[in-house]
Nanobody
Framework: QVQLVESGGGLVQAGRSLRLSCAAS????????MAWYRQAPAKQRELVAL???????NYADSVKGRFTISRDNAKNTMYLQMNSLKPEDTAVYYC??????????????WGQGTQVTVSS
């Protein structure tokens, strides 16, 4: 059974930082591309950042220069460092394990989500 468990969400003031973590089961982590999605109230879930098994990264325009995705294969953990947070970053953030091929990310497994709330 594949399991992804997020942690690190919370309430923070605008301009501050948070770091999200995603702990993954070992059978899927090192060979999978991984990603962070988020879903704000009344909005569609959107891809925030992805990292390939080789460590290449890609970001949504809205978070470029502020968020950094990384992974530690030895710890089966992925991270999302979020700096200079804005109220519009408020959402439930989801960890995902999937496939990245021909510049297309296909999500396969989801975590339960962690709430990030940014106050103005």
């Amino acid at each position: 059974q594949v399991q992804l468990v997020e942690s690190g969400g919370g309430l923070v003031q605008a301009g501050r930082s948070l770091r999200l973590s995603c702990a993954a089961s070992g059978s899927i982590f090192s060979s999978n591309a991984m990603a962070w999605y988020r879903q704000a109230p009344a909005k569609q879930r959107e891809l925030v950042a992805l990292i390939t098994s080789g460590g290449s990264t890609n970001y949504a325009d809205s978070v470029k220069g502020r968020f950094t995705i990384s992974r530690d294969n030895a710890k089966n953990t992925m991270y999302l460092q979020m700096n200079s947070l804005k109220p519009e970053d408020t959402a439930v953030y989801y960890c995902n394990a999937g496939r990245y091929y021909s510049s297309i990310y296909s999500p396969d497994y989801w975590g339960q989500g962690t709430q990030v709330t940014v106050s103005s």
